[in-house]
């Protein structure tokens, strides 16, 4: 079987969040990471019919991109992949699934407290300016009748300088909801994002069929 360049660039983002993954019968993948803080789902062209896991998923992308158009070959063990039209392949064993951090069951998203439309340039700027600022957190704050606004920013320093977009307005509470900015692994695009007060926010990609469920702060609060 072929992997399209799609698939492998959401195998990319996905190693992003967890450097293995646990691929199953289907044409769903999934990840969690490691501090299971954050969830991540798509959909692909393909179809695989068996189980296996990968344990170092950038090694196995890098060997994929050192073939031209690579073939893989599932077999009970191990698969093999091969360049189009060549004889030589590579031989790449699974991983047992025991060792591998893999979702066990599906999120379930609590009712919104927020929706809003988070666009490409949009997450691009935030996430630019994290950078140059040296700013950990993103706040998504309301306050009630006004603007939602995002904000890069230093919780734990008033003075800490910041960087903010506005990306709605009559907020329906006052709110303060925190993120790591190191969570957001989501793969370039426009978004519609949900959050919960219950600690947990969902961005679904408007184009691509992926989805991803991040954990917010403990220290996020709302005033209804």
């Not at 077999?75 to 047992?96: L, P, R």
């Not at 909801?177 to 692994?185: A, D, G, I, R, S």
Request: proline letters at 4%.
């Amino acid at each position: 079987m072929k992997i399209n360049q799609n698939t492998q660039n959401i195998l990319k983002n996905f190693s992003e969040i967890n450097t293995n993954i646990l691929i199953k019968p289907g044409k769903e993948l999934s990840t969690i990471s490691t501090m299971r803080n954050i969830f991540a789902k798509a959909n692909i062209d393909e179809s695989f019919d068996t189980e296996f896991g990968i344990y170092d998923l950038n090694e196995f992308l890098a060997v994929m991109s050192g073939l031209n158009k690579p073939e893989l070959s599932l077999q009970d063990k191990f698969m093999t992949i091969s360049a189009e039209g060549s004889k030589s392949k590579a031989k790449y064993f699974y991983s047992d699934p025991s060792v591998l951090v893999s979702p066990t069951k599906e999120v379930n998203m609590p009712e919104a407290d927020v929706t809003f439309s988070l666009s490409e340039s949009h997450l691009t700027e935030l996430k630019k300016m994290a950078a140059i600022l040296k700013t950990p957190d993103l706040a998504l704050v309301g306050t009630k009748g006004g603007d939602i606004v995002l904000k890069v920013c230093d919780k734990k320093n008033d003075t800490s300088n910041n960087f903010d977009i506005v990306v709605g307005e009559s907020a329906t509470a006052d709110y303060t909801f925190y993120f790591k900015v190191e969570n957001l692994k989501m793969i370039s695009g426009d978004y519609d994002v949900s959050v919960s007060s219950k600690s947990i926010s969902h961005f679904k990609n408007k184009k691509l069929p992926i989805e991803y469920w991040i954990a917010l702060e403990p220290d996020s609060t709302i005033s209804k």
